[in-house]
């Protein structure tokens, strides 16, 4: 059974700051997904990361893949308070998601 | 556009009762899923259907059953609902993952008290 461990659990900054938040896995992923969530909504999907080494750019966040693919990273480069909501990796093909970050920019 | 539609949004039950929560996608989706979602503990899949007249367990299934007699509905039980099935319920489904990584759409959830 794959687990996901998130870090941090909570994480509240100010606009205009960098952070970087963590997914990381027991075992290998066979490729992960990363989602997006606001209160009172279901996740809605970032991106997906499937190849080792992979660096995927969205605008002002980047994801990385491990090179054994066993962790990802997110990172926000100038917060938004419209980045504000919960963050979600989750393994595809076993379907299980880790516990989220969530994250609160402060205007 | 609906996307997938949950229902009820909200519902509040006494131990012991049963009900059943709805989830319709109009995006010809051959998978859907149920989720449920506690603090701290992110979604844990409690079952999953790859297609039409098929079910499977996920992680946490115990006190659910499911059915899909419809590829646009899947139907999620609670028999005698317990206090510690108080949750918020996600449906979402998806294109096909043998197709490779294909997103998986969430309807916006079903809040439920067993009080």
């Known amino acids: 059974t794959q687990l996901l461990e998130q870090s941090p659990q909570f994480l509240s900054i100010q606009e205009g700051e960098n952070l970087t938040v963590y997914c990381n896995s027991s075992?290998?992923?066979?490729?992960l997904q990363w989602y997006r969530q606001e209160p009172g909504e279901g996740p809605v999907l970032l991106v997906t990361v499937v190849t080792g080494g992979e660096v995927k750019k969205l605008k002002r966040l980047t994801f990385q893949f491990g090179d054994a693919r066993k962790d990802s990273s997110l990172h926000i480069t100038a917060a938004q308070t419209g980045d504000t909501g919960l963050y979600l990796c989750?393994?595809?093909?076993?379907?299980?998601f880790g516990a989220g970050t969530r994250l609160t920019v402060k205007p | 556009n609906a996307g997938v539609t949950q229902t009820p949004k909200f519902r509040v039950l006494k131990t012991g009762q049963s009900m059943t929560l709805l989830c319709a996608q109009d995006m010809n989706h051959e998978y859907m899923y149920w989720y449920r979602q506690d603090p701290g503990m992110g979604l844990r899949l409690i079952h999953y259907s790859v297609g039409e007249g098929t079910t499977a367990k996920g992680e946490v299934p115990d006190g659910y059953n499911v059915s899909r007699l419809k590829k646009q509905n899947f139907l999620l039980g609670l028999e005698s609902a317990a206090p510690s099935q108080t949750s918020v319920y996600f449906c979402?489904?998806?294109?096909?993952?043998?197709?490779?990584?294909?997103?998986?759409?969430f309807g916006d959830g079903t809040r439920l008290s067993i009080l």
């Open positions: 989750a393994g595809v093909r076993d379907m299980r």
């Open positions: 075992s290998v992923f066979s490729s």
């Open positions: 979402a489904s998806s294109l096909d993952r043998g197709r490779g990584n294909q997103p998986q759409h």
